[in-house]
């Protein structure tokens, strides 16, 4: 039986052979291959998973020049699998290989789902170094765990192991844009037979940490994103988020500026502007964290944004118009339909042009 190891990386150049020497030792009388699903990483992962793909041949990359995140990665990967079994893990030497022929016999004893679990060892978590990262992951869990009305210790791991058919049948329901994978399958099998496994969860050794502090704000969007039944995906969960945010910002400079003396222009026009540039900074960290402008291209990011939130403005203001002479001084109806034009409005563009695949900031390497 083949077994398809599923490694998406970022920025893991130094971690490639480590990770076939490692699968290589725990998968010893299995037949296994593994597939390297990199997000074009500019320190030259692509090109290390081909050098080693000419000295074994069960190695295959595949090198992603525009789709980026770590769920669609995964989904690309297992779309390609030849085995019977797909493993999923991480490419950052913390998930420890030995922990697979475990998880095969679970799977092989008629378990659905087999997945590592950090705290199940009752050990220190070396790879969470920080206690902000430890707490992190205990809220999230707990969090997702009320929400899919499971008990698991880690429903936020990235190492588990299921039959790829399995997968494949859940994907069509899968979101490209979620919080984490095994969350996104276990929501769409709550049903399975689901065995975790303790493991100890290595430090890094390359590479960056791709866990940053909006963790919990992605989970909520996938979560309300579910709640929709996925009609509204998660990106435009956070940039409705982040908008609703943006206006406690406008008002509060609004008022503050004309307490200051400002006339209601002036003070309107610094309130929008402080907004805007709220609205567009905290989506480039929260909304699209893996497409995040940096440099020289979140400024020009942020001209573009302007420019399209100018013609926001006008359909805001002038459908808000329509609506309020249509409906006779409904000025709370008005005002939400301006809104809600306007909100769709840069969410479509800002996602093809700014942030999106079709981006023309999109980064050359």
Excluded at 286 to 301: M, N, V, W
């Amino acid at each position: 039986m083949l077994i398809s190891i599923i490694v998406p990386t970022y920025n893991e150049a130094g971690n490639v052979s480590s990770i076939h020497a490692g699968l290589e030792a725990a998968l010893l009388g299995e037949t296994w291959e593994l597939i390297v699903v990199d997000d074009d990483s500019p320190d030259g992962t692509a090109d290390a998973v081909r050098k080693l793909a000419g000295q074994y041949g069960n190695v295959r990359c595949i090198q992603r020049l525009q789709e980026r995140g770590l769920c669609s990665a995964v989904q690309w990967g297992v779309q390609a699998a030849h085995g019977d079994i797909v493993v999923v893990m991480d490419g950052d030497l913390q998930h420890d290989p030995d922990l697979i022929p475990p998880m095969l016999r679970e799977l092989r004893n008629g378990c659905d789902i087999a997945s590592g679990s950090r705290f199940l060892s009752g050990r220190p978590i070396e790879g969470l170094t920080s206690n902000l990262r430890n707490r992190l992951s205990v809220y999230g869990n707990k969090l997702i765990n009320l929400y899919l009305g499971v008990q698991l210790t880690d429903p936020l791991t990235g190492f588990f192991a299921t039959s790829r058919i399995l997968f494949l049948r859940s994907i069509p329901r899968m979101q490209a844009d979620g919080f984490k994978i095994f969350f996104d399958l276990i929501y769409h099998n709550r049903r399975a037979a689901i065995k975790e496994l303790p493991f100890d969860f290595r430090a890094r050794k390359h590479g960056e940490s791709k866990l940053q502090l909006n963790v919990l704000w992605l989970l909520l969007c996938d979560m309300i994103s579910k709640l929709s039944g996925s009609l509204i995906p998660p990106r435009l969960v956070s940039f409705v988020g982040v908008g609703l945010i943006g206006s406690t910002v406008h008002f509060s400079f609004l008022y503050a500026s004309l307490a200051a003396g400002a006339v209601f222009w002036l003070a309107q026009t610094i309130a929008t502007v402080t907004a805007m540039v709220f609205n567009f900074t905290f989506n480039n960290i929260l909304t699209y964290s893996a497409d995040r402008l940096r440099g020289e291209r979140f400024y020009k990011g942020l001209l573009l944004y302007s420019f399209i939130a100018s013609f926001g403005i006008v359909a805001n203001v002038s459908s808000a118009q329509l609506t309020y002479d249509h409906f006779k001084a409904h000025t709370f109806l008005a005002a939400s339909v301006g809104i809600v034009i306007d909100v769709i409005w840069r969410f479509v563009v800002s996602n093809r042009l700014i942030w999106g695949q079709s981006s023309i900031l999109k980064r050359t390497r």
